[in-house]
């Protein structure tokens, strides 16, 4: 019995696996939570609804003038960026906002140890670069979208950019 406890000890001490704990109890409590408020009704859902809409905007208005700067034609419409020349079009829905991105790093940052005063400089840094990042992740979809194939994109949209992403979230966190 006292085996177990020292490799019980032992597991919960090891900075990797309090790493894994932390991030899995962050994400954990972000589905518990999103989960209710899709669920309810009432002014938390729809409250919700629009905090994601008006994101979505803004991220849509930036990406079109990133992308305009670069030579591109495009231009928004709501949640929508849309090339001129054939009017092919990205919708940035509620998952491209990097919300839970934003939330695991938050969480993250919060539980680990550390001075207050770092964190509170920090994690507003961190959302700031989680959001440049998140923006110039779909000016580059858009782009891929507009000139590559499909199959392209997909690959782009579902692993590599994802991968790209919060590999830069994780390097965040490590830097902490």
């Known amino acids: 019995m006292a085996e177990i406890s020292k490799k019980l000890r032992s597991f919960f001490t090891d900075r ?3 790493f894994v ?3 899995f109890l962050v994400y954990s409590a ?4 999103i989960y209710y408020v ?6 938390l859902h729809f409250g919700w609804i629009k905090l994601t809409y008006l994101m979505g905007a803004a991220y849509a208005a930036a990406v079109s003038l990133l992308l305009n700067l670069f030579g591109e034609h495009t231009f928004r419409q709501g949640v929508v960026v849309v090339f001129a020349k054939d009017l092919a079009n990205i919708h940035v829905d509620e998952h491209c906002l990097a919300i839970p991105a934003i939330v695991i790093f938050i969480g993250t940052i919060a539980l680990f140890k550390g001075n207050w005063k770092s964190k509170l400089w920090f994690i507003p840094l961190g959302i700031f670069l989680i959001s440049f990042i998140n923006l110039l992740r779909i000016a580059a979809l858009c782009f891929i979208f507009e000139h ?6 997909k690959i782009n949209h579902k692993v590599v950019v994802v991968v ?7 390097l965040m966190i490590m830097w902490w």
């Open 16 to 18: 990797a696996n309090l």
């Open 21 to 23: 704990i932390n991030i």
């Open 30 to 33: 972000w589905k518990v939570f």
């Open 38 to 43: 899709k669920h309810s009704s009432g002014s």
């Open 148 to 153: 590559f194939s499909a199959g392209f994109y």
């Open 164 to 170: 790209l992403t919060y590999g830069l979230i994780l």
